[in-house]
């Protein structure tokens, strides 16, 4: 069965770079969730898209952005990465009515150096 | 505003003992709980979910329960394996179905 693909898996940039993290939901999910987990740290959600439209927003800084498209993938844009920005990104996708299954990509890990 | 705990926050135990592990929350306007098991560095796997409705499910040697009203739940682990070891992660659903993750236990089972 089609799992949620994000990419890349691994990224390296450097303070105050700028990355875009992606994630394909499962086929026909409409609603995408991000979240962050920190080392050590439990994830936090970030930011959520139903039908291309957000949904609901989490402790996202401002300098992060993201947005759905119309095929229902989604990027999150990080900008003027800082140290604490590294972490494992997680994107998970949900079939609208369906409120119990929400499935998680393997995440995407940045290091910020 | 939901938080959610988990204790203990490391655990280790040898081999085939039973475990319980403890998720308390402060809302009890819960969607459902579920509960996923992290290893080092991946991703989240789901254990077990439960339906605010609900008070257990189970799955093989894992057994969850919820009470609501109290704003906990635990997670037994029956005959614990060395493969058991990693992070296992509590966290509740509500408003738009985002999950609000719990602290995080580390369990480690020594052979």
């Known amino acids: 069965a089609a799992g949620v693909i994000q990419s890349p898996r691994h990224l390296i940039k450097e303070k105050r770079e700028t990355a875009t993290l992606k994630c394909y939901p499962i086929p026909r999910h409409d609603t995408v969730y991000w979240y962050q987990q920190g080392p050590g740290q439990d994830p936090q959600f970030l930011i959520s898209?139903?039908?291309?439209?957000?949904?609901d927003k989490g402790s996202i800084p401002d300098r992060f952005s993201a947005q759905q498209f119309s095929d229902y993938h989604s990027e999150l844009n990080m900008s003027s990465l800082e140290l604490g920005d590294s972490a494992l990104y997680f994107c998970?996708?949900?079939?609208?009515?369906?409120?119990?299954?929400?499935?998680f990509g393997p995440g995407t890990r940045l290091t910020v150096l | 505003k939901q938080e959610v705990t988990q204790i203990p926050a490391a655990l280790s135990v040898p081999e085939g003992e039973n475990l319980v592990l403890n998720c308390s929350f402060t809302d009890s306007a819960i969607y459902n709980l579920q509960w996923f098991r992290q290893d080092p560095g991946k991703g989240l796997t789901s254990l077990l979910l439960?339906?605010?409705?609900?008070r257990e499910q189970t799955s093989g040697r894992l057994n969850a329960s919820l009470d609501k009203s109290s704003g906990r739940s635990t997670l037994y682990i029956a005959a614990s394996q060395p493969g058991d070891s990693a992070t296992y992660l509590c966290?509740?659903?509500?408003?738009?179905?985002?999950?609000?993750f719990g602290t995080g236990t580390r369990l480690k089972v020594l052979a």
């Open positions: 898209f139903y039908e291309k439209m957000q949904s």
């Open positions: 998970a996708s949900r079939q609208a009515g369906a409120k119990d299954t929400q499935y």
């Open positions: 439960i339906q605010s409705s609900q």
């Open positions: 966290a509740v659903k509500r408003g738009t179905y985002k999950y609000i």
